[in-house]
């Protein structure tokens, strides 16, 4: 683990809400270019987490440092700035309109006077490279989101994450409401991402699917960070227990 | 290891299902053909030059009102206060001119800014009392038809001074100016909904609220700037409206064409848009307006009662409100 580069960090990261302590003190380290699996029983605070790191929440106190600077995300556009780039579990898409102006929606290419004009070709072509880019095949970019699989819209969703400049990628259960053939697409696209030496910071239920794609394993309980283990060097075993609250030596 | 992304042709369903879509959003492209030559063959007097330019004339004032409101429907606010908008500008414009003898620019000129504010007033109640627009301008509207009702002395104004008519409805290549600036208005809606970035944020505030928010949209604004548009057209047509009766329009009903909340309610569903907003295109609304002018007109011209092209012209609407709802399940 030592030789791995650390490109996101949290530093004593704690959140209160009123009563609810949901993060307590935690300290994560994110490692580049790898899929870094959060798991955790519902309401252990991996959501919380998520949310301080792509810059929905605010923390009570503690903060980040991001490819070895210390850092504060002020918000979603701060996090933006900083490569971060959240794909929601609901996905934000919008279903009425196209695959390009969802892939663009809120950065959308703009020429002429004023910047008022949209670039149509260019986001077409910039859409194309990096649907291309993760080998997301959508047949036809001018499609309705609403026409689309679960997991073509999860590479949409990603795709946007993208084309926002996202070198850290946080999947919030990609896979939660999918069929056992899109749930491997969506894998795949992980596997493709991290390929290209993106991070993926990725929130799952499934254990199984965790040991298939994480390459490391961090487990939340009771807001607390309880461990992180390497998937090669931890079992499912020894991970349920920690989900359960058993610390390991 | 992985199975390779689907390659995606539509599934069947869905194809049917865009075709049905198709179908409904296009139709009406050909119903308003075949009401047009049904009309030419059945209503006398139908298919001469004169009449043709009053469909034109009526179709602009109704046309222009519709267009605004189009947007305002794409950004997902049903604006309700158009006839307290039209009140309100009605009034001004008569006012203005007629008793305190301002220059026709500057008449104009105020009753747009009424119009502005009027939209400013909706998108303030709107986004900052976070109030849904359908109700939300039900009540801008009563509190605007009671200033119009107030500045007119309840009375109706008429406009004795030469100058406001001819100059609004100077023919240009045998056009009156009102049909001109409906299709500027048409123009410049096309080229703002399609090719701007405002344009794409209004489609996607309408569509989707949340998604807007969420990926940066600048929302609020947004419905502002809808509601505005919305409210200034309103004004524009209530000025071409006073122009052509020479009076001003009692509680913004118009006495001229049938330029009402009702119409362009009608038009825009039957051109195939969302009630629910993000989804429609306003050349469509352009071929319903013409639509329903035609068919009031043609109805007219074939000595039918009033009161029966009244409950034709419901029906348009009934119809036009199934339609949207079939549509909202499809999608």
Same mark, same amino acid.
């Given at each position: 683990?030592?030789?791995?580069?650390?490109?996101?960090?949290?530093?004593?990261?704690?959140?209160?809400?009123?009563?609810?302590?949901?993060?307590?003190?935690?300290?994560?380290?994110?490692?580049?270019?790898?899929?870094?699996?959060?798991?955790?029983?519902?309401? /252990?605070?991996?959501?919380?987490?998520?949310?301080?790191?792509?810059?929905?929440?605010?923390?009570?106190?503690?903060?980040?440092?991001?490819?070895?600077?210390?850092?504060?995300?002020?918000?979603?556009?701060?996090?933006?700035?900083?490569?971060?780039? /959240?794909?929601?579990?609901?996905?934000?898409?919008?279903?009425?309109?196209?695959?390009?102006?969802?892939?663009?929606?809120?950065?959308?290419?703009?020429?002429?006077?004023?910047?008022?004009?949209?670039?149509?070709?260019?986001?077409?072509?910039?859409?194309?490279?990096?649907?291309?880019?993760?080998? /997301?095949?959508?047949?036809?970019?001018?499609?309705?989101?609403?026409?689309?699989?679960?997991?073509?819209?999860? /590479?949409?969703?990603?795709?946007?994450?993208?084309?926002?400049?996202?070198?850290?990628?946080?999947?919030?259960?990609?896979?939660?409401?999918?069929?056992?053939?899109?749930?491997?697409?969506?894998?795949?696209?992980?596997?493709?991402?991290?390929?290209?030496?993106?991070?993926?910071?990725?929130?799952?239920?499934?254990?199984?699917?965790?040991?298939?794609?994480?390459?490391?394993?961090?487990?939340?309980?009771?807001?607390?960070?309880?461990?992180?283990?390497?998937?090669?060097?931890?079992?499912?075993?020894?991970?349920?227990?920690?989900?359960?609250?058993?610390?390991?030596? | 290891?992985?199975?390779?992304?689907?390659?995606?042709?539509?599934?069947?369903?869905?194809?049917?299902?865009?075709?049905?879509?198709?179908?409904?959003?296009?139709?009406?492209? &050909?119903?308003? *053909?075949?009401?047009?030559?049904?009309? &030419?063959?059945?209503?006398?007097?139908?298919?001469?030059?004169?009449?043709?330019?009053? =469909?034109?004339?009526?179709?602009?004032?109704?046309? =222009?009102?519709?267009?605004?409101?189009?947007?305002?429907?794409?950004?997902?606010?049903?604006?309700?206060?158009?006839?307290?908008?039209?009140? *309100? @500008?009605?009034?001004?414009?008569?006012?203005?001119?007629?008793?305190? #003898?301002?220059?026709?620019?500057?008449? &104009?000129?105020?009753?747009?800014?009424?119009?502005?504010?009027?939209?400013?007033?909706?998108?303030?109640?709107?986004?900052?009392?976070?109030?849904?627009?359908?109700?939300?301008?039900?009540?801008?509207?009563?509190?605007?038809?009671?200033?119009?009702?107030?500045?007119?002395? #309840?009375?109706?104004?008429?406009?004795?001074?030469?100058?406001?008519?001819?100059?609004?409805?100077?023919?240009?290549?045998?056009?009156?100016?009102? $049909?001109?600036?409906?299709?500027?208005?048409?123009?410049?809606?096309?080229?703002?909904?399609?090719?701007?970035?405002?344009?794409?944020? =209004?489609? @996607?505030?309408? @569509?989707?609220?949340?998604?807007?928010?969420?990926?940066?949209?600048?929302?609020?604004? &947004?419905?502002?700037?809808?509601?505005?548009?919305?409210?200034?057209?309103?004004?524009?047509?209530? $000025?071409? $409206?006073?122009?052509?009766?020479?009076?001003?329009?009692?509680?913004?009903?118009?006495?001229? #064409?049938?330029?009402?909340?009702?119409? @362009? !309610?009608?038009?825009? !569903?039957?051109?195939?848009?969302?009630?629910?907003?993000?989804?429609?295109?306003?050349?469509?609304?352009?071929?319903?307006?013409?639509?329903?002018?035609?068919?009031?007109?043609?109805?007219?011209?074939?000595?039918?009662?009033?009161?029966? =092209?009244?409950?034709?012209?419901?029906?348009?609407?009934?119809?036009? *409100?199934?339609?949207?709802?079939?549509?909202?399940?499809?999608?």
């Amino acid at each position: 683990m030592a030789s791995e580069d650390v490109i996101l960090e949290t530093i004593d990261l704690d959140k209160s809400f009123g009563a609810v302590h949901a993060v307590r003190t935690v300290s994560w380290k994110v490692y580049e270019g790898r899929v870094n699996a959060l798991v955790g029983d519902n309401g /252990a605070g991996k959501s919380t987490l998520i949310k301080l790191i792509s810059g929905a929440l605010q923390p009570n106190s503690g903060g980040f440092r991001v490819r070895g600077q210390e850092t504060r995300i002020g918000g979603p556009a701060g996090a933006f700035g900083l490569g971060i780039a /959240a794909v929601y579990q609901n996905l934000a898409l919008v279903e009425n309109r196209d695959v390009v102006m969802n892939m663009f929606l809120g950065s959308e290419l703009t020429r002429g006077p004023g910047q008022i004009f949209l670039d149509h070709k260019g986001m077409l072509r910039q859409a194309h490279e990096v649907l291309d880019d993760i080998h /997301a095949r959508i047949p036809n970019v001018r499609e309705m989101v609403r026409n689309l699989s679960g997991g073509q819209r999860q /590479a949409v969703a990603v795709g946007r994450a993208l084309i926002r400049g996202g070198e850290i990628i946080i999947m919030d259960e990609p896979t939660a409401a999918l069929g056992v053939e899109q749930t491997q697409e969506v894998l795949q696209l992980i596997d493709t991402l991290r390929g290209q030496g993106k991070t993926i910071i990725l929130i799952s239920h499934n254990i199984q699917q965790v040991f298939e794609i994480a390459d490391y394993i961090s487990v939340m309980f009771h807001g607390e960070l309880i461990g992180t283990r390497s998937r090669d060097e931890a079992t499912e075993a020894e991970v349920v227990a920690m989900i359960m609250g058993k610390r390991s030596p | 290891m992985f199975a390779r992304l689907t390659q995606g042709q539509l599934p069947m369903a869905r194809r049917r299902r865009e075709q049905l879509l198709f179908l409904m959003d296009n139709g009406i492209y &050909v119903v308003t *053909v075949v009401l047009f030559i049904v009309f &030419v063959i059945l209503a006398p007097y139908f298919f001469t030059p004169r009449n043709l330019v009053n =469909i034109l004339i009526s179709a602009s004032l109704a046309g =222009i009102v519709t267009a605004g409101y189009t947007v305002a429907i794409l950004a997902g606010q049903i604006d309700t206060s158009t006839q307290g908008v039209l009140a *309100v @500008a009605t009034v001004t414009t008569a006012l203005l001119f007629e008793e305190v #003898g301002v220059s026709l620019p500057l008449t &104009v000129a105020f009753a747009l800014l009424a119009g502005i504010a009027a939209g400013l007033f909706n998108g303030l109640i709107v986004v900052n009392g976070k109030i849904v627009a359908f109700v939300a301008t039900l009540a801008t509207q009563g509190v605007m038809l009671a200033i119009a009702l107030f500045l007119s002395g #309840g009375q109706t104004i008429t406009i004795a001074r030469e100058g406001l008519q001819e100059a609004v409805f100077i023919r240009v290549f045998g056009i009156p100016s009102s $049909v001109w600036i409906m299709f500027f208005c048409y123009i410049v809606g096309y080229v703002m909904l399609t090719q701007t970035k405002l344009g794409a944020h =209004i489609y @996607a505030t309408g @569509a989707d609220y949340r998604a807007a928010l969420l990926s940066g949209v600048p929302v609020d604004r &947004v419905i502002r700037i809808a509601l505005v548009i919305s409210a200034l057209t309103a004004a524009l047509t209530a $000025v071409l $409206v006073t122009a052509r009766a020479k009076q001003s329009a009692m509680f913004g009903l118009a006495i001229a #064409g049938s330029v009402d909340f009702v119409t @362009a !309610l009608t038009a825009v !569903l039957l051109g195939g848009f969302s009630l629910f907003g993000g989804v429609g295109r306003i050349e469509r609304n352009l071929v319903a307006v013409l639509f329903l002018t035609i068919l009031g007109n043609g109805l007219q011209l074939m000595d039918v009662p009033t009161g029966i =092209i009244l409950i034709v012209r419901g029906f348009a609407l009934v119809l036009a *409100v199934i339609l949207s709802v079939l549509r909202a399940r499809m999608t």
